[in-house]
């Protein structure tokens, strides 16, 4: 039997975008035609909640559609945003820098990116840490200039929310917008039944099987780079990412940020994946090429069989294909 139910499998790999929630916007039509400096600041009060996985999403909309994007690392932890992209490609906050160095920094290292991404350590919004102010004092100065800034308190099925959120709203809500991104880490979508109470817009950020997640942080890079280069043998691997960050950016609250351009590159990877898939990509491994090839074909077998009226012999057509299908797929998946 394969391990998990065929439409929870197909999820990440479906040609159609998932029917996703409404929410109000955050930026309107001008996001589009305005060149307004946008600042996102994503934030978790646990590590491993996808704070990382948000900002790596945030920059491949900005970077696909045209925007010159600084990305800044303000985790002193290992799950930073230099760690999965490189070094190189960030520009690194020490928790020590003081308030003072503010007008000086934006001026050195912001003043012409268009989109800056501000990944935080996790918890660090409640700590009393130099960074901290660092941080505020910069925000304001942009936010004074003329830039959006949006606060992205990403939950996840794993990590407490009780008064994260709250948190988070009552200390930067005079600053800009806050965005609770919730991240389906474990595919159960059990968030907490207090988010659903809370007034801030909301977004999907999905579920990226963990084999599909290994090809992402295989290549420490910026995702929007590893989406318009993908590796010879995880074509079908990076088609997969592009349909997570297009249903991502189709959502109400941050499809006007997206805009039309990275829309369109996102819609023509993702378009070269294929379509439903019968078992769960689970390690690298699993992720190539030819073993999504079979998990697919596997997948279409099975389809075959479950056809409405069939005669027997389309029915026993349909069965000899599918135990040569599944059987070629489980020996791959073993190899």
């Given at each position: ?26 930026f ?13 600041v ?16 945030l ?9 010159e ?19 190189e ?11 003072t ?36 004092s910069?925000?304001?100065?942009l ?42 880490q ?67 609250p ?14 023509e ?67």
């Amino acid at each position: 039997m394969n391990d998990q139910t065929p439409a929870a499998a197909s999820d990440a790999l479906s040609n159609n975008p998932a029917r996703l929630p409404s929410a109000a916007t955050l930026f309107g039509s001008d996001a589009r035609r305005t060149p307004q400096q946008t600042i996102f600041v994503t934030m978790t009060p646990k590590g491993g909640a996808g704070k990382t996985e948000t900002a790596d999403a945030l920059e491949a909309l900005a970077s696909l559609g045209g925007r010159e994007c600084l990305l800044v690392d303000v985790d002193d932890g290992n799950r930073g945003l230099g760690r999965r992209v490189g070094s190189e490609e960030v520009v690194k906050i020490p928790w020590t820098t003081s308030a003072t160095d503010a007008a000086a920094w934006i001026e050195r290292d912001a003043a012409t990116a268009q989109c800056l991404i501000f990944d935080l350590g996790a918890g660090i919004d409640s700590a009393e840490l130099p960074v901290m102010a660092f941080l505020c004092s910069t925000w304001r100065i942009l936010r004074d200039r003329g830039a959006r800034i949006v606060f992205c308190a990403v939950v996840s099925t794993n990590a407490p929310t009780s008064t994260f959120v709250q948190r988070i709203d009552r200390n930067f809500g005079m600053l800009g917008d806050v965005l609770i991104v919730c991240n389906n880490q474990d595919g159960s979508k059990a968030f907490p039944e207090e988010l659903a109470a809370r007034h801030e817009p909301q977004i999907d950020l999905g579920q990226l099987p963990a084999g599909i997640q290994a090809v992402r942080l295989s290549r420490r890079e910026r995702l929007s780079a590893v989406l318009q280069n993908p590796q010879p043998e995880y074509q079908f691997a990076s088609a997969m990412m592009a349909r997570r960050i297009l249903n991502f950016a189709v959502q109400a609250p941050i499809s006007d940020f997206a805009g039309p351009e990275a829309l369109r590159t996102l819609e023509e990877a993702a378009s070269r994946g294929p379509g439903r898939i019968f078992s769960v990509i689970r390690t690298r491994a699993h992720a190539r090429d030819a073993v999504i090839t079979q998990n697919a074909r596997a997948a279409a077998a099975e389809d075959a069989l479950l056809l409405p009226q069939l005669d027997d012999a389309q029915i026993l057509a349909a069965a000899k294909d599918f135990r040569r299908e599944v059987p070629a797929l489980r020996r791959l998946l073993r190899s």
